[in-house]
C-alpha cells in the first residue's frame, strides 16, 4: 500500500494543552498537506508545506517537514474542544497523486 | 475561491440501481478531478484522476466499468456507481485542481462529500 501511516491513532487531551501528531510517507513529495475532518463532514485544508521548506506556522498550528526522514509532524498549541476532529496528512507526489496518511482521531475534552 | 460541490450530499437507493454523484467547481477552472472513496472511521483512497477531456486514470482495484467517471468540461466530474452494491456504501469525495503554477500552485481543493447507503 502507498498510504501513509500517522501516529498516534488516536490522541485525548485537555483544552489548552498542545497536541503533535506524526505522518510518515513513502515516496519522494512535491508538497504535503494537513487535512481536518469533522465526523461524516468534508475535507478542511489546514495548512500545506512544500518539499523544500522545513517548517512552517499558521495561527495554532505549526507544521514541520524531514524530507531525509519521509515525515511530518502537525502540533496544535493551546487546544480547544473545538479542534476535536480527524487529522490527516496528504503527501502529493508525481502527476499531482495525493496520498493520504491514515489519520489521527483528537479528542479535546473541555 | 476555490470552492467545489458536490451534488447529493447524502443518497439512499436500492441495490441494483446506478447512481450520479457529481462534482463542480465554483469559482476556478478543474483541469483535474480527483475521486476518492472513505469507509467508516477510514482514510480517504483515491479511486481515480481525470483530466478534462480524456479518460479518466483508476487506481488498482478500482472497476472502471462499476465506477463510470466523466470530466467533459473544466467545471464538472462525475461519478457513476452501475449496479450499486450494500457494499459500494461509502462516502464519495472529489477533488479539483487547476493544474497551473501560481498562489494556488497544484493545490487540491476538495468537496464536501456524497455519502451513499446502498440498502
Known amino acids: 500500500s502507498q498510504q501513509g501511516e500517522e501516529d498516534p491513532q488516536a490522541l485525548s487531551i485537555q483544552e489548552g494543552e498542545n497536541a503533535t501528531m506524526n505522518c510518515s510517507y513513502k515516496?519522494?513529495?512535491?508538497?504535503l498537506q494537513w487535512y481536518r475532518q469533522n465526523s461524516g463532514r468534508g475535507l478542511v485544508h489546514l495548512i500545506l508545506?512544500?518539499?523544500?521548506?522545513r517548517e512552517k506556522h499558521s495561527g495554532r498550528l505549526r507544521v514541520t517537514l524531514d524530507t531525509s526522514k519521509k515525515s511530518s509532524s502537525l502540533l496544535i498549541t493551546a487546544s480547544r474542544a473545538a479542534d476535536t476532529a480527524s487529522y490527516f496528512c496528504?503527501?502529493?507526489?508525481?502527476?499531482?497523486?495525493?496520498?493520504f496518511g491514515t489519520g489521527t482521531k483528537l479528542q479535546v475534552i473541555p | 475561491g476555490a470552492v467545489v460541490s458536490q451534488h447529493p450530499s447524502w443518497v439512499i437507493c436500492k441495490s441494483g440501481t446506478s447512481v450520479k454523484i457529481e462534482c463542480r467547481s465554483l469559482d476556478f477552472q478543474a483541469t483535474t478531478m480527483f475521486w476518492y472513496r472513505q469507509f467508516p472511521k477510514q482514510s480517504l483512497m483515491l479511486m481515480a484522476t481525470?483530466?478534462?477531456?480524456?479518460?479518466?486514470?483508476?487506481e488498482q482495484g478500482v472497476e472502471k466499468d462499476k465506477f463510470l467517471i466523466n470530466h467533459a468540461s473544466l467545471t464538472l466530474s462525475t461519478l457513476t456507481v452501475t449496479s450499486a452494491h450494500p457494499e459500494d456504501s461509502s462516502f464519495y469525495i472529489c477533488?479539483?485542481?487547476?493544474?497551473?503554477?501560481?498562489?494556488?500552485?497544484?493545490?487540491?481543493?476538495f468537496g464536501p462529500g456524497t455519502r451513499l447507503t446502498v440498502l
Open positions: 515516496t519522494s513529495i512535491n508538497n
Open positions: 477533488s479539483a485542481s487547476e493544474d497551473r503554477t501560481g498562489t494556488k500552485g497544484n493545490e487540491q481543493f
Open positions: 496528504a503527501a502529493r507526489g508525481g502527476y499531482q497523486k495525493v496520498t
Open positions: 481525470s483530466n478534462e477531456g480524456s479518460k479518466a486514470t483508476y
Open positions: 508545506i512544500r518539499s523544500n521548506e
